[in-house]
Structure formats: C-alpha cells, structure tokens
C-alpha cells in the first residue's frame, strides 16, 4: 500500500486550537481524547503517525503555552495524583474572568460585544469547530468558545515556522545570523532541537555544526530565509532540548541583572514586574542579551530608567537619543 501523504499544518493554527478546545470543557480532556480529536493532531493520528511522536508534539506545544503566560491545569487521579496515565488537562476559564470592581457604560458593553462578535466568528478555523463538534459527539460537556478571548500567541518572527517543521521532521537547517557590532550576518548549520520562548522572545535551540556544539539563537536576529536541506538527524537529541535550553537562558540571565525605576501603572510597570523582584530603589530585572533588553526599555520611553548597570544604561541612551533625532528633536 502507498503511504500516507505528510500532514502539512501550521504550528500557530494547532495551539489556538488546543487553547480553544482546553478552554472549552471544565472536567478536562485526556491526552488521547486531544491527540485523536483538537485539529492539528488529530490529522496526523488518523495518518498513522506514532503515539510517541503526537505525545512528545503535544508537550512541547503545552510548554510553549505556558511559557506564553496560558496556564494548563493537570488533573490526575485523585487517589495517586501522582498517576498521570489517565490524566485530564484544561486552561482553567478563571484565569480569565473579569475582576469584581471592574464595570461596563451601555455603550462600553455595546463594542465590546461587537468586538466580540467579531473575534467569536473570525477567530476559529472550520477546522477548530468541527473538533468542539467531535468532542461533544463523543459526550464531553463542551461549552461554546469564550467570546472575546483572544489567545496570546506571537509567532511574528518568520523563521518560526520553517524552524518548528525542521524540528518535527529532524531535518538541519542554515540561516543567515547577525550579532551585535557585527557588520555582515554569517551563515549558520544547525540542527534544531527546540523552540522555546523566554523574556516574550522566541529562540531556536540546537547543536550548531560549525562549532559542534549547543547554542542558542534569538529568531529576531535571523536576517534571511530559513533554508530546511535534506540531511537529517537522529530525532532522539531532542530529547530534553527545551529544558536544556531554558536552563541555559536562566543561568545566563541570572548573572545580569539590572536595576530599574519604574513608574507604577505604567505599562512598563506590568511588563517587567512580571519577571523582576523588589530593590530598595526600584526593581531587579535578570535579562540575556543587553542589546534585545535595551531595545525593549527604550520602548517605554519615560517609564522606566537605568540605574545600572551602565551597558545597559548607556545603550538606552544611544536608542532614545537616535528617536529623538530622527524625528527632529531639540537636544
């Protein structure tokens, strides 16, 4: 018999769904209920392709969501929570209810239903809805998708996705890549492991063949097309990549770290005081990369200021200074 065809979908179409079908039943699903059921696995089940395989892809798709701030609840057996063979999972709708104090005019509540209307019908593919379908044949309690929910997944970096089916299929990659102070990108051969986000940045993680060693790229400095060739590697390195990768990118941050000033109910304020810790004169911010943590600083504008360390400060410096001057601003 000829074989299957290879499943072609997209990694951003297949974890909306997931966060959509996880958020549309409070009992939970099991992960052979979402392998055969949520759109984007279950194309590759009904091809054949192995349990293993659909059980590694979906808990590399859970760790991208909560690394995107989504949480996943695990439900396991309640006489050994410890069981997790029959396990249940879900994105808990709580997460996402609106504070009590908070309240809507008529004309508010108007567009935000509007808004709504418009995100409920265009937001969800045919495939995600024939999956709720499915479930609620199989006799899941399955609630319509919440109106206004928009998940939050950015995936605006180009080289994501030619990279996430390179991972999938063990294929190796080249790219071109340019660092900081660098005049011209050079050509890198990787063979990539794990995609994995950190700092709301997106990094590939992987075995770099001009060096024959681990490293870690950031896609935002990936300056070309993604070429995928046809050599391939043993699909068992990725085994623990994503956690040797995010282990990495901790201990790198760990040692840098900066103090800050920040004005309170600002957006800066609820973007870095997610990831900081409280200072006598401001906050403690760990950070990877000087030049990425400066870009972002530098986007807040008066929000923020560096108190050290002076890299980091300077670099912001030089960032506001070359806004200032190319929209014609007074020294």
Request: hydrophobic share 40%; no cysteine; proline share 7%.
């Amino acid at each position: 018999m000829p074989a299957n065809p290879p499943v072609k979908n997209a990694p951003e179409e297949r974890l909306v769904n997931l966060v959509v079908a996880l958020m549309a039943t409070e009992q939970g699903l099991t992960k052979d209920t979402i392998l055969s059921s949520v759109a984007g696995y279950r194309e590759h089940f009904e091809a054949g392709s192995g349990k293993d395989a659909l059980e590694k892809m979906f808990e590399r798709d859970k760790e991208s969501l909560r690394g995107l701030g989504i949480p996943i609840d695990t439900i396991g057996d309640r006489a050994d929570p410890d069981d997790l063979r029959e396990a249940r999972y879900r994105v808990p709708q709580g997460e996402y209810a609106l504070p009590d104090d908070i309240t809507f005019t008529p004309a508010e509540l108007a567009l935000l239903n509007l808004a709504g209307g418009v995100w409920s019908e265009g937001s969800m593919s045919e495939d995600a809805r024939g999956g709720l379908r499915k479930l609620r044949a199989q006799g899941f309690s399955v609630d319509e998708p919440i109106i206004g929910y928009s998940p939050r997944i950015s995936l605006r970096d180009p080289a994501f996705l030619p990279l996430q089916r390179a991972i999938e299929q063990s294929r190796v990659v080249s790219f071109p890549y340019l660092k900081p102070g660098e005049p011209l990108p050079r050509l890198r051969r990787v063979q990539p492991l794990a995609l994995v986000e950190y700092e709301a940045r997106w990094h590939v993680f992987g075995i770099d063949l001009g060096v024959g060693a681990e490293r870690t790229f950031l896609l935002a400095r990936i300056v070309g097309e993604v070429d995928t060739t046809r050599a391939s590697f043993d699909a068992a390195l990725r085994e623990g990549a994503g956690e040797r990768a995010l282990a990495g990118l901790e201990e790198l941050a760990a040692r840098s770290t900066a103090l800050l000033e920040v004005d309170p109910g600002t957006e800066a304020d609820l973007r870095l005081s997610r990831r900081s810790t409280p200072a006598e004169q401001g906050i403690h911010v760990p950070f990877v990369d000087v030049h990425i943590f400066a870009d972002e600083l530098a986007s807040y504008g008066p929000e923020v200021r560096v108190v050290e360390p002076d890299a980091l400060r300077d670099q912001v410096i030089e960032r506001l200074r070359a806004a200032r001057d190319a929209h014609g601003g007074a020294a």
